[in-house]
T-cell receptor, first 112, second 115 residues
Framework: NAGVTQTPKFRILKIGQSMTLQCTQDMNHNYMYWYRQDPGMGLKLIYYSVGAGITDKGEVPNGYNVSRSTTEDFPLRLELAAPSQTSVYFC???????????FGPGTRLTVT | TQLLEQSPQFLSIQEGENLTVYCNSSSVFSSLQWYRQEPGEGPVLLVTVVTGGEVKKLKRLTFQFGDARKDSSLHITAAQPGDTGLYLCAGAWYGRGSTLGRLYFGRGTQLTVWP
């Protein structure tokens, strides 16, 4: 099993550009999450999904969108990128009934 | 406002020393988890505690969940350079119809152990 994979690893965007951060898991987990991590701030939940076709907002959803068409994939869309979205983004997944979340390696995004 | 407060934020010690990291909240959690994160990687789970007063050991690491399930501590004995990393605590609720298990993270403690 590859676990949770994320692409790209790094990306630089100009203000106003859009992009999609990809996340895939091969563990058949129904729960998936997107977090952002800023220095000294821990991880903040952006969006989450409890299964294909079901998504909801977390603590900091503004400026982002998600979709969940399959169990495996949970892409995060940034529309009209802003400097405040400069961060490291982590995708995670969890099996229903289990405590542990498995994290991907992260995408480091810079918006200039 | 931060739901979980971790202290200290930074810790720099010599190899062989002992240390304790604290994670405190005014809220009661169903479970509390400790993660360790290395540069350029995602957090990796160290332990989950679910019962008030629970103590778990992982080699030189000892984790404790407070009796009221509002706080936790991580104690490392005889720290080694390989223990260097960012330690994150995270709390979750599972009850009252919510099985989402959302994690609320503390800001983390950056530990550096010097040889």
């Amino acid at each position: 099993n590859a676990g949770v994979t994320q692409t790209p690893k790094f990306r630089i965007l100009k203000i106003g550009q859009s992009m999609t951060l990809q996340c895939t898991q091969d563990m058949n987990h129904n729960y998936m999450y997107w977090y952002r991590q800023d220095p000294g701030m821990g991880l903040k939940l952006i969006y989450y999904s409890v299964g294909a076709g079901i998504t909801d907002k977390g603590e900091v959803p503004n400026g982002y969108n998600v979709s969940r068409s399959t169990t495996e994939d949970f892409p995060l869309r940034l529309e009209l990128a802003a400097p405040s979205q400069t961060s490291v983004y982590f995708c995670a997944s969890r099996l229903e009934g289990a405590y542990e979340q498995y994290f991907g390696p992260g995408t480091r995004l810079t918006v200039t | 406002t931060q739901l979980l407060e971790q202290s200290p934020q930074f810790l720099s010690i010599q190899e062989g020393e002992n240390l304790t990291v604290y994670c405190n909240s005014s809220s009661v959690f169903s479970s509390l988890q400790w993660y360790r994160q290395e540069p350029g990687e995602g957090p990796v789970l160290l332990v989950t505690v679910v019962t008030g007063g629970e103590v778990k050991k992982l080699k030189r690491l000892t984790f404790q969940f407070g009796d009221a399930r509002k706080d936790s501590s991580l104690h490392i004995t005889a720290a080694q350079p390989g223990d260097t990393g960012l330690y994150l605590c995270a709390g979750a609720w599972y009850g009252r119809g919510s099985t989402l298990g959302r994690l609320y993270f503390g800001r983390g403690t950056q530990l550096t152990v010097w040889p």
